[in-house]
């Protein structure tokens, strides 16, 4: 499989879906990065006002360099 990079916030109702699925990934002998972001609600990356911590997910998502 795939490396994966799980990003989930920890107000998120999906976040023991998304750590089970991380630990599973890694179980399976994979690399999975996983970012949990304080107060990010469900899909967070798309609300301007609260997602400016997660730049650095669509970042590494994207394989561009994150500015510093």
Not at 4 to 10: C, I, Q, R, S, T
Not at 36 to 46: E, L, R, S
Request: glycine letters at 6%.
């Amino acid at each position: 499989m795939v490396p994966a990079h799980f990003v989930v916030g920890d107000a998120d109702p999906l976040l023991d879906d998304t750590l089970f699925m991380a630990a599973r990934w890694r179980a399976a002998g994979n690399r999975a990065d996983l970012a949990v972001h304080p107060g990010g609600c469900h899909v967070f990356q798309h609300f301007p006002a609260i997602a400016e911590d997660s730049n650095r997910d669509r970042c590494i998502l994207l394989e561009i360099p994150p500015a510093d």
